[in-house]
């Protein structure tokens, strides 16, 4: 008897046992809860030769872009390749695929992905998998049409609807269709309140869209059903933007210190990744933030060579150059520098084109060096979606650029991009403190007054 997940894809050496582990994993994982490569770990170890568990382990593993998993890894995608003769043809591509990225072919492992989805609409893992590597490579179009692909197959009687209705929630928000996904993102909260990847969606478009107040309640209201599931890092930093928008520092700072860091050296990249993102902008805004910067740099520092991912890079040398760490500063671009004279993978056109350039003007803006930050920053600031992640996530770039502008003295340009940033999203004070800022350096204090009058409001624009 052929055995079967809960959408009726076959699986390869498998009982009854190892289907619902591996579909209780994938929903763990979707759901950003518990243990899903343990739970995926405790049927291998009841039968080794389960193809779909090495797979599922595997495809995981590529999503936490971390030198440490490397090898486990290479360890499932090799079991799985010893299988090879036994796994049918979606097992098969999802094997291709995790090869392709382990050789750092990123895009190649997507196509591998996409062709498993094709065949087999259903595939949710596969689906996943393609979705959130574009995310990470900045594919904003492909977040969006890899669910657009299969949308039309699913419905509410397909289990797993709900994070298909998320995934195409986000990739909607990131292609600026916001009105249908903030629809869908809450359609999906509807079949399931607790889906923390569809309130970061729809907290997505209220940041996109400069609805702070409706922001930080929207969050807060849900709090309870998020706060401690393996996404509230993420969720906290969102919560935290709303918040610096509109102001309020000392929010900030104590969401940062009680909620958002992650403990310990060593600890889950992702977590630093969005503390490293908060502190900078703390920065932006002339925040005293103490020794927190040497806290964060400390969990930095062990993979400042590691150039395994511009994302990466570009956080860690914001927590370094908050805590002045020259050395650890030079180690960082001479491993960027050494790597891309021979390197050819996808994440080497990343650190080329957006991250090695954002770095050194990251070193600029925290030397003083205003000048220099803005002119290294003007040339590549619309090629930063292929440094990967979300457009809020990206706004840091902008963000550095025009206060750049300000602290060097130009007023013209400074309120040129201040005023692109304010056509963006004109109900926000932050925005309008730019503007007010940049009027200011111009001499118009008449602008400025009204300018800093639209600040003290998040509703006028």
Same mark, same amino acid.
């Given at each position: 008897m052929t055995v079967a997940d809960r959408r009726g894809l076959p699986l390869t050496n498998a009982d009854s046992a190892c289907a619902c582990a591996l579909d209780d994993a994938l929903d763990d994982a979707l759901a950003f809860r518990g243990d899903p490569v343990?739970? %995926?770990?405790?049927?291998?170890?009841?039968?080794?030769?389960?193809?779909?568990?090495? *797979? &599922?382990?595997?495809? +995981?593993?590529?999503?936490?872009m971390e030198t440490r998993i490397y090898g486990t890894m290479v360890d499932s995608v090799e079991a799985a390749e010893a299988l090879w003769s036994q796994a049918n043809d979606r097992e098969r591509a999802h094997i291709r695929a995790v090869r392709a990225w382990i050789e750092g072919d990123f895009h190649g492992a997507v196509q591998h992905w996409e062709s498993a989805l094709v065949r087999h609409p259903h595939d949710l893992l596969a689906l996943a998998l393609v979705h959130l590597t574009d995310?990470?490579?900045?594919? $904003?179009?492909?977040?969006?049409?890899? $669910?657009?692909? *299969?949308?039309?197959?699913?419905?509410?009687?397909?289990?797993?609807?709900? &994070?298909?209705?998320?995934?195409?929630?986000f990739g909607?928000?990131?292609?600026?269709? &916001?009105?249908?996904a903030e629809e869908v993102g809450r359609r999906a909260l509807a079949l399931r309140p607790d889906h923390p990847y569809a309130i970061h969606a729809v907290a997505h478009v209220m940041e996109m869209q400069g609805r702070q107040l409706g922001g930080v309640h929207f969050m807060n209201e849900r709090r309870d059903v998020w706060v401690d599931g393996n996404f509230r890092n993420h969720l906290w930093w969102h919560l935290s933007l709303f918040?610096?928008?509109?102001?309020? *520092?000392?929010? *900030?700072?104590? %969401?940062y210190d009680n909620n958002l860091r992650g403990g310990g050296v060593g600890g889950e990249r992702y977590e630093e990744l969005d503390s490293a993102a908060l502190l900078w902008r703390l920065k932006l805004v002339g925040a005293d933030v103490g020794r927190r910067w040497s806290d964060l740099a400390d969990k930095w520092e062990p993979s400042a060579a590691d150039t395994l991912y511009a994302f990466n890079d570009v956080?860690? +040398? +914001?927590? &370094?150059?908050?805590?002045?760490?020259?050395?650890?500063?030079q180690r960082l671009l001479t491993a960027n520098e050494r790597y891309l004279e021979h390197a050819g993978d996808a994440n080497a056109?990343?650190?080329?084109? %957006?991250?090695?350039?954002?770095?050194?003007?990251?070193?600029?803006?925290?030397?003083?060096?205003?000048?220099?930050?803005?002119?290294?920053?003007?040339?590549?600031?619309?090629?930063n979606h292929r440094l990967g992640g979300s457009h809020a996530q990206r706004d840091i770039i902008a963000w550095t650029l025009v206060e750049a502008?300000?602290?060097?003295?130009?007023?013209? +340009?400074?309120?040129a991009l201040a005023n692109e940033r304010c056509q963006l999203k004109p109900s926000s004070p932050q925005n309008w403190r730019l503007v007010a800022r940049a009027h200011v350096l111009r001499g118009d204090q008449d602008r400025a007054r009204r300018a800093w009058a639209r600040a003290e409001s998040p509703l006028a624009a």
């Open positions: 343990a739970r %995926i770990d405790a049927a291998l170890a009841e039968r080794g030769d389960f193809v779909m568990g090495h *797979v &599922f382990r595997a495809g +995981m593993l590529t999503q936490a995310v990470l490579l900045g594919d $904003v179009v492909g977040q969006r049409d890899c $669910v657009a692909r *299969v949308f039309p197959l699913w419905d509410e009687s397909t289990p797993g609807y709900e &994070f298909v209705l998320a995934l195409y929630a909607l928000e990131e292609n600026r269709d &916001f009105s249908r918040l610096l928008d509109l102001g309020r *520092v000392d929010e *900030v700072l104590h %969401i956080h860690a +040398m +914001m927590a &370094f150059v908050g805590d002045r760490r020259v050395e650890a500063q056109a990343m650190s080329r084109e %957006i991250g090695l350039p954002f770095c050194r003007a990251l070193q600029a803006f925290a030397a003083g060096e205003y000048r220099a930050c803005v002119e290294t920053l003007l040339p590549v600031r619309y090629m502008a300000l602290r060097s003295g130009d007023g013209d +340009m400074s309120l």
